[in-house]
């Protein structure tokens, strides 16, 4: 399930990178929690848990079958 994860949220990444951010897979738990570091921009914007939420996670669990959430750490 990792790689498959991987390969997501390297085609959301451009978007980020569009706005001076960037997102860094951490962990993907037995659990179906998956762990990103939002970085750059995404790291200190005040819309970074809407974009993780409503954008990296929907994506996630659309994509990935198993993805229950993800956080940012």
Request: hydrophobic share 40%.
């Amino acid at each position: 399930m990792k790689e498959k994860v991987q390969e997501v949220i390297d085609e959301i990444r451009p978007t980020l990178e569009a706005d001076g951010g960037n997102i860094e897979l951490v962990e993907v738990g037995e659990d179906g929690v998956v762990k990103v570091r939002l970085m750059g921009a995404c790291g200190s914007c005040p819309m970074s848990q809407l974009t993780l939420k409503r954008g990296v996670e929907a994506r996630l669990k659309a994509k990935v079958p198993g993805v229950k959430e993800v956080v940012a750490v």
